[in-house]
């Protein structure tokens, strides 16, 4: 690491010196700007990698100061030893993250559709007020509405459910005003012609709108997943049985019952995380559109 750090600031400081030497400050902004990007990526890639490395040595060497940065023999079986830890087992907390996780972002997609559409396409009384209103709610703190949304699922008898774990989310304010900006971009011409066929709005919506919204409906199910998958308060105010933990809980469990088993939390982070860095990996072009297009507008 101290070879390649060297090498590095060479590089930087033969690049300072061409651009002064030639005056060439335009070739030396560029360099400059991509050096910073360089290391940004590098200060954000470098926990991961210290992650898997790490998941990979044996209690020793992951303790070891100063520590090393390649394992001197990977040790597979922590990826096993790991899964087998807690005492229900990571195969159910998989399953239980998955499950929460796919129906609240179906959820998510279908009432922020319904809610975006009659946003962006409907006219009624007071639509302008009630659509700042709902903006108005990102301002509330997620901790202020912790204690009201606990009563009311310990009077619905929902703790310790699936319900407590998917009803809450069902919608976001967020995917609500992501998806409305993006109905805005659509030419109203489409509306027109669906009428002159005959086409109803549920029709229009289901079949012409949501269709040409694919890049911010998946890049909405990428926050939503995500941020259900990542979710570790809620699960754990809602929760209290094992069989009913989410991966983040079980792993903040693990954390206690393994103690300083640094190698086996590693490995348990590692394939906690595997799934969503997979998911946007693979939506990666689908996710960057629907940003950059949701605040156009025709």
Known sequence: MKLIGLAYAAYVALVLIYGFATGRRKVL???LK???LVLGAIIMVLPFYWMVITSFKDYAEAMASPPT???RKFLWQNYIEAWRKPEVGFGRYFFVSTYTAVVCTVGTLVTSVLAGYAFARMDFLGKGLFFYIVLATLMVPGEVLLIPKYIILANLGWLDTYKALIVPWLASVFTIFL?????MTIPND???AAQIDGAGRWRFLWLV???LSKPVLITSGIFSFIGTWNSLLWPIVVTSKPEMRTL???LQVMNTEAGSEFHLLMAASTFCILPI???FFILQRFFIEGIARSGLKS
């Open 29 to 31: 902004l560029t360099h």
């Open 277 to 279: 860095v997979i998911v």
């Open 69 to 71: 940065w390649w394992p």
């Open 34 to 36: 991509y050096n910073v």
């Open 209 to 211: 709108m949501v269709p």
């Open 190 to 192: 489409l509306w027109d």
């Open 248 to 250: 983040m809980v079980g």
């Open 179 to 183: 998806v409305r900006q993006f109905f």
